[in-house]
């Protein structure tokens, strides 16, 4: 039983000089993504009434597949979609920014 005692500091020390595995070789990277939504040309509606057909247009004019409309002191989550448009309004409903994302 002492002899085990012993022993044990010594195989555990014996295992932290095992060897490493072999490096990982590095694959081929991702390609680049392209974003689905395209804020530019929905800049247009900055200062337009959020109506549901601006909002409409707004998507279409993007590229988007979804729109979330934001009011002040909305809280939103911080997921990153590249296929969604988001409107910010101001206290009367007018777009004062347009961001995808």
Do not use: N, W, Y
Request: with cysteine; hydrophobic share 45%; glycine share 4%.
């Amino acid at each position: 039983m002492k002899r085990l005692l012993l022993l044990s500091p010594l195989l555990a020390a014996s295992t932290a000089c095992a060897p490493m595995p072999p490096k990982a070789t590095p694959s081929t990277p991702f390609p680049p993504q392209v974003m689905r939504c395209q804020a530019e040309p929905g800049q247009r509606f900055v200062g337009q009434p959020a109506t549901a057909a601006v909002v409409e247009q707004a998507r279409l004019a993007t590229g988007a597949t979804m729109v979330r409309v934001l009011k002040p002191g909305m809280m939103a989550t911080m997921d990153f979609r590249d296929d969604r448009l988001d409107l910010h309004l101001d206290d009367h409903d007018v777009i004062v920014s347009v961001a995808c994302g």
